[in-house]
């Protein structure tokens, strides 16, 4: 007979493989949209013209957006209140659902309600997960393991680009949906936490708990700029390839800066464990991806063919570590009652600065010495917010995560 710690380390063991599975979906249905959508409009609305084509995509994409903001608070506190494997199997039915119902509408406003609604039931899993993660492993293991959460998302959105190339888009949202059904059902096996089985706290995700005092919400605001960044490069790359003195399509050139960031991505992912355990703190591997955000930022005017995807892999180094550490760096900083609340709300913070930075590029492109100068100064004023957070900030990695009661 298996002794109760074998059947525990096996229960934990896929929990976290669902959880795993869980994102894979979430970067993937972030993916197959932008990837076919132009197929997916003609298709299904009959719009041919590609001006109406992209205005059509901008509108839907901003519904999505918009989902994904108000699921991750919605779900941040409930995940608080009612427990996170409760919220986590319950949001990715919700998508599951939307995304296999968009395949056989034919009006504009029930799809984009359905991207609005498939970006809501999506929004928790990458900062749920997280939390759920930490409070049931150690602190070095949570590291590995919300690395390998990452990396399924990055393998998630390598799917969905090899699957748009090879089959329709109606395969590609049926996939997605129906992965998350099987994903539904076998997410009743995922662990609770105990820290939240235990916890005895007042006001379980009260959302002004996190800008209650001035000191709270400076954190807030601290751990919010440390993930800007990131949320930068990814609105900023694409637009890159226009400005820079090469020669190839801008549709080859966005397939290569794809291959390149997201190889960029495993390799940071892989690294930022390895370093943080190192050093035992977190602010090890910030400082690097500092560093390389400091550098490559206002020398992609230099950038010509031969460097192209030598430079996208760098700025995929950006990504993948730095929000694998800064979701467990706000996993520290708050209390059982409102943790989840708290990562939900600053993920989604984080997905509105990308539409912010949107806006100022689309303003930005009319003039391309405006882009230039704007996007190097930017980079500037982002690499100085985050010194001044980091020499403020302490160190959080050996912080044990609070229990009540």
């Not at 709270?216 to 605001?221: G, S, T, V």
Request: hydrophobic share 50%; proline share 2%.
């Amino acid at each position: 007979m298996p002794t109760t710690d074998t059947m525990h380390n096996k229960s934990l063991i896929l929990t976290i493989v669902l959880l795993c599975f869980g994102y894979f979906i979430d970067f993937y249905d972030l993916t197959i949209f932008s990837a076919c959508y132009t197929n997916v409009i003609k298709d299904l609305f009959h719009i041919t013209n590609s001006i109406e084509i992209q205005h059509l995509y901008l509108t839907i994409s901003n519904w999505y957006t918009v989902g994904i903001i108000l699921g991750a608070i919605t779900f941040g506190i409930l995940g608080d209140k009612f427990g996170r494997s409760y919220i986590i199997r319950y949001s990715i039915l919700i998508y599951s659902i939307a995304i296999i119902l968009s395949v056989f509408t034919k009006s504009i406003f029930f799809f984009t309600f359905l991207r609005f609604v498939s970006g809501f039931g999506l929004a928790t899993e990458f900062a749920t997960s997280s939390v759920l993660i930490a409070e049931l492993l150690s602190t070095k293991n949570t590291t590995t393991a919300t690395k390998l959460l990452y990396l399924s998302g990055i393998l998630g959105g390598i799917c969905a680009v090899y699957i748009g190339n090879k089959f329709s888009w109606q395969i590609m949202f049926i996939f997605g949906g129906i992965i998350g059904i099987i994903l539904y059902v076998f997410r009743k096996q995922i662990l609770e936490s105990r820290l939240f089985l235990l916890a005895q706290n007042q006001s379980p995700g009260n959302f002004l708990l996190l800008i209650n005092s001035p000191g709270q919400f400076i954190k807030l605001l601290k751990l919010f700029i440390i993930i800007v960044p990131f949320n930068f490069i990814i609105t900023a790359m694409f637009m890159l390839p226009s400005f820079m003195p090469i020669s190839f399509s801008l549709q080859r050139a966005v397939a290569i800066l794809l291959i390149g960031f997201f190889l960029g991505n495993i390799v940071s992912t892989f690294l930022c464990s390895y370093i943080v355990n190192y050093f035992k703190d977190y602010r090890s591997f910030i400082w690097l991806t500092l560093l390389t955000f400091f550098i490559s930022v206002p020398t992609f005017i230099l950038v010509n063919d031969h460097i192209f995807f030598a430079y996208n892999f760098i700025l995929g180094l950006i990504g993948g570590g730095l929000p694998t550490i800064w979701i467990q760096m706000i996993n520290k900083e708050y209390p059982t009652n409102i943790r989840n609340t708290a990562s939900n709300t600053l993920y989604a913070l984080g997905r509105g600065s990308a539409v912010i930075f949107n806006l100022f590029f689309l303003s930005w492109i009319k003039n391309k010495q405006i882009f230039i100068t704007n996007t190097i100064a930017s980079g500037f004023i982002i690499s100085i917010l985050m010194v001044i957070v980091l020499l403020t900030s302490k160190n959080t990695y050996a912080k044990d995560l609070q229990t009540v009661g």
